[in-house]
Every structure is written in structure tokens, then in C-alpha cells.
């Protein structure tokens, strides 16, 4: 195999989602040949013809190339991977509604299926983000149910972003690998030693502190984004540029640059559910994870308080006005829109009775209402707009000309909620413009 990865093992990838996925493809890259294994039908046929499920920047290529190597290979059927011996699960913990913690039973049902057919010695991999002492419970079960197989647990959190997940893949900033066992650990670490060639650095610790790292480190992202959109509504009030703000915090290395935009909060399938479920196990254990529940709580108020800046914006009354939605992603290059800020603000929209025309180079709503419509154009979704929201920062709303749908709008005014509308564009003056983090420009022309 290329690279420096020698193929030790054989791989099996159970759940293959935006993580799963990525991981399959990215180890397939290498040389290694990976088993696929998912639930979901309609996905596995759509792989097996080259056709990634999900929208990702180079996914379609190495997807293809991965295949026709005859490196990666998908079925539903568990039993097809029993030769493997380094099981990778990647599955969905979404938050339960009841605990607010994660929810475990995708997880635990993967892991049953792994153990009954995987032979002795088999090593399973926790990718998915899960509440600490997980993977510790989980090879408590099966050495309870399984003795004989002698199987162990480690966990090995993802860190990729979606949007950018490939690369992600090929440029770990660090790897991270907890279990109880030495040997467990050495295996997983030698499906990634192209990357330790490298000098990624490997963090090889207990499962604990491994499962602790994943939700620590979102929850420090949150904060981070959320402290930035507060300090943004003081710059809005007393004046000053956000922007600026941002990058003169962000040039101390003690601060860092990433995840200072202020904008409409954070959203996405990651940043909400972990850092709601890092509260719940603090309170869980009687240790109360202050910081991140005051996060939470300014996080979802945001929301709210856009939604009442666009009703004044708009005349107090949002019934029967048509708004117009730009982007429903959670953020940039991505089709997800789990949990994304756009998304609620459709269905808020929609609730205080506004006719809701919404435009994504790539993402898809599965909202059927009377007075909602996903349209193929951003010219299409302005037309008799009463309000144009930049609601995700694709690059092609920033670069949007407003000028050729000033003659389709009921009104020329824009919130842009991710401060991407260059506003020293020719057409701004004849504009309303709000931004987050920045007083109205009334038009001036
Ligand atoms: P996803 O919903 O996109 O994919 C999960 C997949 O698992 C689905 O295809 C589903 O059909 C499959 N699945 C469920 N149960 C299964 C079973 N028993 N056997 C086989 N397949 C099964 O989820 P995702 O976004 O890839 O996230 C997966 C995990 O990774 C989560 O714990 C998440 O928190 C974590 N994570 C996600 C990201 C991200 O950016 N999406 C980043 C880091 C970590």
C-alpha cells in the first residue's frame, strides 16, 4: 500500500454518513480496502453505483476512484464484513428529547451486530460522539456477553468539519485514541500511521479522557462563536466594526482567528446536540457545566431576537409578507441542515404566517407548506420579497449582484445574518441593509 499505510488489518466502516463515509473513503484512499456496512438501503445502492449520498467537496471523485481501485466495497449485510477485524461505527447519537443527552441505541444496536459476527480479537472503534464512559460500558457488555471473542473497545473521535471533511480527513490537526488496553490502541494507531509519519500528533489515552476531549472541544467552539455574537450586539449598539474586533483578537495565538464570525448563532448536527449533552453529564455527575449551559441558553435565544429584528425590519407584522431565504445549509459547501439557524427561521417565518420562498446551491428542505417554496435561483426566491435574508455564507450570495433583482422585490432590504454582502458594492446605496453586528445603512439613493 501507498503512503506508508500497510494494510494490517482488514476494515469495516459500520454507518456510513457524513463521518462514516468520509472515513471509508479516506482510509480506502490509502490503499487499505474498507467494507461498508449501513442500515439504509436507498444509501448503500446509491454508493455501490459511485453516487455520494452527501454533498462534499472531492467526494464524488474519490468515491469513484476508490471503487474502481476495488478498494471499497457496501452492503447492508453485516455478515459480509465477519473477515473483518478493525470495525469502525460511525453512527448517529442525535439528542434524546427526554434526557438531553445522547442518544445511544443506533450505537449499541451497531455494536451487537459487530460482536456476533466479528471473530476473536476483533477491535471496535467508537468514532461517533458519545457521553463519557460510553465505550468503558460497552466493553463492560461484551465481555460479559462475548468472553470468549475477546473483542475491545476504543474510542476514536472524529474532528472533521463538514464542508471541508476530506480534507479534513488528509490533515488531522491531531488524532486521538482511548482505550483501556495498550495493544487495542496500537492497532488503531497503525491505520493511521501515514499520518504519525507525518507528525500529526497522536494523543493515546484512556477512553475517558478521549470522549471528554470530543465534547470539551466542541463546547470551547461554541462558546467561542457565542462569545463573539455578544460581544457583535455591544459593537452594534455602541458602534465600532465587528470585523475588526474579530481579527484584532484573533491575531493573538493565545485567541486564534477560527470561529470569531459573528453571525446567527451556531447550528449544524454537532455544536447543539454535544454541547447539550456535555450540561446534561455535568449535571448528571452534580457538576454543573455552567459555562456551556449559559451558551446554550444565549445560543437559542438568538434565534428569537432575529426573528423580531426581521418583523420590525418589515413592519411589525411578518403574516402574508414574502421573505425571501438565502441558503438553508448550516453553513457553507455542505447539504446539511440539521439543526441549522436558516431552518428554524423558515419554519419561524412560517409560523408567524409569512408566504417563505428559499433558495441553496445544494441543500433540500422536506417542509411541504402552503406557503413555503424552495426555488432553483436567487432571482427566483427574491421576486416580491418584502425581505432578502443571507441566511448561510455560500460564496455565491457574496458575490451576488442585488442590482439584477432590485426590479423583482416588494422592498430593497436585506439582513444579512453572516456578514458576507460586500457592502462597497455599486448597488448597495439604492439598499436597506442589516447586518449582525453593525447598525441599519439606510439606502441613500
Ligand atoms: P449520519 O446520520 O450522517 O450517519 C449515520 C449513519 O449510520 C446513517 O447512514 C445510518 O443509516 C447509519 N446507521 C445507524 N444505525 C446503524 C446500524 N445499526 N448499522 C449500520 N448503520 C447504521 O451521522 P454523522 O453526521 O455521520 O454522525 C455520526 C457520528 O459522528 C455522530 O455521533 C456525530 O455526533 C459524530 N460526528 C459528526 C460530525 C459531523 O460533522 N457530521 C463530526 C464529528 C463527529
Keep these: 500500500c501507498g503512503n506508508g499505510i500497510v494494510q494490517a488489518e482488514t476494515i469495516c466502516v459500520v454507518g456510513v454518513g457524513y463521518v462514516g463515509l468520509i472515513q471509508a473513503?479516506?482510509?480506502?484512499?490509502?490503499?487499505?480496502?474498507?467494507?461498508?456496512?449501513?442500515?439504509d438501503a436507498c444509501k448503500i445502492e446509491m454508493l455501490k453505483k459511485g453516487?455520494?449520498?452527501?454533498?462534499?467537496e472531492g467526494l464524488d471523485e474519490a468515491l469513484k476512484e476508490t471503487i474502481a481501485r476495488?478498494?471499497?466495497?457496501?452492503?447492508?449485510?453485516?455478515?459480509?464484513?465477519?473477515?473483518?477485524?478493525?470495525?469502525?461505527?460511525a453512527v448517529g447519537t442525535p439528542t434524546?428529547?427526554?434526557?438531553?443527552?445522547?442518544?445511544?441505541?443506533?450505537?449499541?444496536?451497531?455494536?451487537?451486530?459487530?460482536?456476533?459476527?466479528?471473530?476473536?480479537?476483533?477491535?471496535?472503534?467508537?468514532?461517533s460522539t458519545v457521553p463519557i464512559g460510553t465505550c468503558a460500558g460497552l466493553q463492560a457488555r461484551l465481555d460479559r456477553d462475548h468472553p470468549a471473542k475477546r473483542l475491545q473497545i476504543v474510542s476514536n473521535p472524529e474532528f472533521l468539519r463538514e464542508g471541508t471533511a476530506l480534507k479534513d480527513f488528509f490533515n488531522p490537526e491531531r488524532i486521538v485514541i482511548g482505550g483501556a488496553g495498550e495493544s487495542a490502541r496500537e492497532r488503531v494507531r497503525r491505520s493511521y500511521a501515514a499520518f504519525e509519519e507525518r507528525g500529526v500528533p497522536m494523543i493515546l489515552t484512556d477512553t475517558s479522557t478521549s470522549e471528554t476531549i470530543k465534547y470539551a472541544a466542541n463546547a470551547f467552539l461554541a462558546t467561542k462563536v457565542t462569545f463573539i455574537n455578544e460581544i457583535s450586539d455591544l459593537v452594534e449598539t455602541v458602534g465600532g466594526d465587528i470585523d475588526q474586533v474579530a481579527r484584532g483578537i484573533g491575531l493573538d495565538s493565545r485567541i486564534g482567528p477560527q470561529f470569531l464570525k459573528a453571525g446567527p448563532g451556531y447550528?449544524?448536527?454537532?455544536?447543539?446536540?454535544?454541547?447539550?449533552?456535555?450540561?446534561?453529564?455535568?449535571?448528571?455527575?452534580?457538576?454543573?457545566?455552567?459555562?456551556?449551559?449559559?451558551?446554550?441558553r444565549i445560543n437559542d435565544s438568538r434565534r428569537f431576537h432575529i426573528l423580531k429584528r426581521i418583523e420590525s425590519a418589515v413592519g411589525d407584522k411578518l403574516a402574508g409578507k414574502r421573505i425571501a431565504v438565502l441558503g438553508l445549509a448550516f453553513k457553507a459547501n455542505t447539504d446539511d441542515v440539521r439543526d441549522s439557524p436558516?431552518?428554524?427561521?423558515?419554519?419561524?417565518?412560517?409560523?408567524?404566517?409569512?408566504?417563505?420562498?428559499?433558495?441553496?446551491?445544494?441543500?433540500?428542505?422536506?417542509?411541504?407548506?402552503?406557503?413555503?417554496?424552495?426555488?432553483?435561483?436567487?432571482?427566483?426566491?427574491?421576486?416580491?420579497?418584502s425581505a432578502v435574508l443571507v441566511a448561510t455564507e455560500w460564496a455565491e450570495?457574496?458575490?451576488?449582484?442585488?442590482a439584477a433583482v432590485e426590479a423583482l422585490v416588494a422592498r430593497r432590504y436585506?439582513?444579512?445574518?453572516?456578514?458576507?454582502?460586500?457592502?462597497?458594492?455599486?448597488?448597495?446605496?439604492?439598499?436597506?441593509?442589516?447586518?449582525?453586528?453593525?447598525?441599519?445603512?439606510?439606502?441613500?439613493?
Design 267 to 296: 447550528g449544524g448536527s454537532c455544536f447543539p446536540k454535544d454541547t447539550l449533552a456535555l450540561a446534561t453529564i455535568g449535571r448528571r455527575h452534580g457538576v454543573q457545566q455552567q459555562i456551556v449551559e449559559t451558551v446554550i
Design 96 to 127: 434524546s428529547e427526554r434526557t438531553g443527552n445522547a442518544r445511544l441505541d443506533y450505537l449499541d444496536a451497531a455494536v451487537s451486530d459487530i460482536a456476533a459476527v466479528a471473530p476473536q480479537d476483533a477491535v471496535i472503534v467508537v468514532k
Design 414 to 445: 436585506i439582513f444579512d445574518m453572516r456578514r458576507i454582502v460586500d457592502v462597497t458594492a455599486d448597488w448597495v446605496p439604492r439598499w436597506d441593509i442589516e447586518r449582525i453586528g453593525s447598525p441599519l445603512m439606510r439606502a441613500s439613493l
Design 397 to 402: 450570495f457574496k458575490s451576488f449582484d442585488f
Design 25 to 39: 473513503v479516506g482510509l480506502a484512499s490509502f490503499g487499505l480496502k474498507v467494507k461498508c456496512v449501513d442500515l
Design 342 to 385: 436558516a431552518v428554524d427561521l423558515v419554519h419561524a417565518l412560517l409560523e408567524e404566517g409569512a408566504d417563505v420562498r428559499s433558495f441553496d446551491p445544494v441543500a433540500r428542505l422536506a417542509v411541504d407548506h402552503r406557503s413555503y417554496r424552495q426555488c432553483d435561483s436567487i432571482a427566483a426566491a427574491c421576486e416580491g420579497a
Design 51 to 56: 453516487v455520494p449520498p452527501i454533498f462534499e
Design 70 to 89: 476495488g478498494l471499497i466495497t457496501f452492503t447492508t449485510d453485516i455478515a459480509a464484513a465477519a473477515d473483518a477485524d478493525l470495525f469502525f461505527v
